[in-house]
């Protein structure tokens, strides 16, 4: 029985492949423990597939390498990993290098303690400024506006036990945020922290319109919060604006006809106009989400699977322990 997997989602990072193989296999082999690595190439356009081939070619007992046709996204090509993996702790990780993978014990510490989900806490974040200061905003409005507690959801460095990967495949959905999702299954999770290293080589691949469509998708999957405000908000406009059209009328049959409040009249529009267009883009949000679900196509293909068969595999040894997932949260 295989004791880790580690998933790594690959796309267009022929620049850094190499060092994280030399750096990412070190470690394991250190452990001492039954390991795979199941790297998910998510389309790349560049020579990444041949890389990972050529890497199956030479360690294919501990390495398997999943194919996409086309591009599917981050989270997609995790779940495409998560599909294809034997660990009884799973480990995700990126590979541009700035989760250093000399990390991964730290993450496996804390799963033999009885965690169940571990998460990560970048140290001195090496980002741009305004990734920064938009991850913590968006930390904070998840906060409130959710139950799901995470210091860092933009970092994908985590690790999950068996059982919470096998409820993410079995109950996934067509736009899904994995971190939080797992957090809700989790029954004893915890965080730890970790360095954080600027990227090896290349450029992220979330640029700023990305980077809000994947919040706008946290906050429509997890919270009807959205919907509640606006609601709350109609009710309070509506009942201000009976309370001005009294207003109006009075005025009306005290002072008599007037032209000069037209430009107030004009402004009041425009904002009520804005702020309807705001809300149906909110709605819109849900809508798109429940036409996406009910679809019911596939998030990812599989174009091709390099793997050794499971006979022929051959894994280090080491005496198996028990551990105990604790029943409440600490």
């Known amino acids: 029985m295989t004791q880790i997997s580690v998933v790594i989602p690959v796309y267009n990072e022929e620049a850094v492949l190499q060092p994280l193989f030399d750096r990412l296999y070190r470690v394991l082999d250190g452990l001492q423990r039954s390991y795979e690595v199941v790297f998910v190439d998510d389309g790349s356009r560049d020579s990444s597939p041949s890389l990972l081939r050529a890497q199956f070619l ?5 390495t398997r390498v999943v194919l996409l046709r086309a591009n599917a996204g981050q989270h997609s090509a995790i ?3 998560f599909s294809h993996v034997d660990g009884d702790y799973i480990v995700t990780l990126d590979a541009d290098l700035q989760n250093p993978p000399e990390e991964i014990p730290k993450l496996l510490e804390k799963m033999d ?3 169940d989900y571990v998460g990560s806490i970048r140290h001195e974040r090496q980002d741009k400024r ?15 506006i959710t139950r799901i507690r995470i210091t860092d959801q933009g970092c994908m460095f985590r690790a999950y036990h068996r059982s919470i990967v096998r409820a993410l495949v079995e109950h996934s959905e067509s736009q899904t945020f994995i971190p939080a999702l797992a957090f ?10 970790i360095e954080h290293h600027a990227r090896a080589a290349g450029e992220s691949k979330y640029s700023l319109f990305k980077l809000i469509h994947l919040n706008f998708d946290l906050i429509t999957s997890f919270s009807l919060v959205p919907l509640q405000m606006i609601s709350m908000t109609g009710i309070a406009i509506s009942a201000l604006s009976t309370l001005f059209v009294i207003y109006l009328f009075l005025r009306r049959l005290v002072v008599g006809p007037e032209a000069e409040g037209v430009f107030t009249l004009f402004a009041i529009l425009f904002f009520m106009i804005g702020l309807l267009l705001f809300a149906v883009g909110i709605l819109g949000e849900y809508v798109g989400r429940i036409y996406g679900e009910i ?3 596939p998030s990812y293909l599989v174009a091709e699977i390099l793997e050794k068969p499971r006979a022929e595999r051959k894994q280090v040894k080491k005496p198996q322990r028990e551990v105990h997932l604790a029943r409440t949260k600490p």
């Open 295 to 297: 679809r019911k196509r």
């Open 184 to 193: 809700i299954y989790a029954a004893n999770p915890t965080e730890v922290v």
């Open 79 to 81: 779940m495409a990993g």
């Open 130 to 144: 305004w990734r920064d200061l938009a991850s913590r905003a968006m930390n904070l409005v998840r906060e409130k």
């Open 113 to 115: 303690q009885g965690f």
């Open 58 to 62: 030479l360690r294919p007992d501990v």
